[in-house]
């Protein structure tokens, strides 16, 4: 049985850093497909990363990239996302994601794929 726990949520002021983590269990996370979502209030949930374990490959939303890093422990089962430069915008309900890879590359930026979740935790970004 999969199952994804995030961490690290929090509040900050704008221009502030956060760290998340998910820990993973269930499944051979040294080749899977691993994501991190956003849901805000009356939005619908966006894909922020996604990364491939058994290949490295890595994703980033536009409005994400060049101030997040998602990034991985195999060892830990563990996945990451660290989020700098935060802006009032990145406010959201964070999710840990992941699905079996397709493929060599593993297609992890098709985020319709995803199929397992975690409980997510709230990141708050203040102005």
């Known amino acids: 049985q999969v199952q994804l726990v995030e961490s690290g949520g929090g509040s900050v002021q704008a221009g502030g850093s956060l760290r998340l983590s998910c820990a993973a269990s269930g499944y051979t996370y040294s080749s899977y497909c691993m994501g991190w979502f956003r849901q805000a209030p009356g939005k619908e949930r966006e894909g922020v990363a996604a990364?491939?374990?058994?290949?490295?490959?890595?994703y980033y939303a536009d409005s994400v990239k060049g101030r997040f890093t998602i990034s991985q422990d195999n060892a830990k089962k563990t996945l990451y996302l660290e989020m700098n430069s935060l802006k009032p915008e990145d406010t959201a309900m964070y999710y840990c994601?992941?699905?079996?890879?397709?493929?060599?590359?593993?297609?992890?930026?098709?985020?319709?794929?995803?199929?397992?979740w975690g409980q997510g935790t709230q990141v708050t970004v203040s102005s």
């Open positions: 990364i491939y374990t058994g290949g490295g490959n890595i």
């Open positions: 994601a992941a699905v079996s890879p397709l493929g060599s590359g593993g297609r992890c930026y098709v985020y319709s794929r995803y199929i397992y």
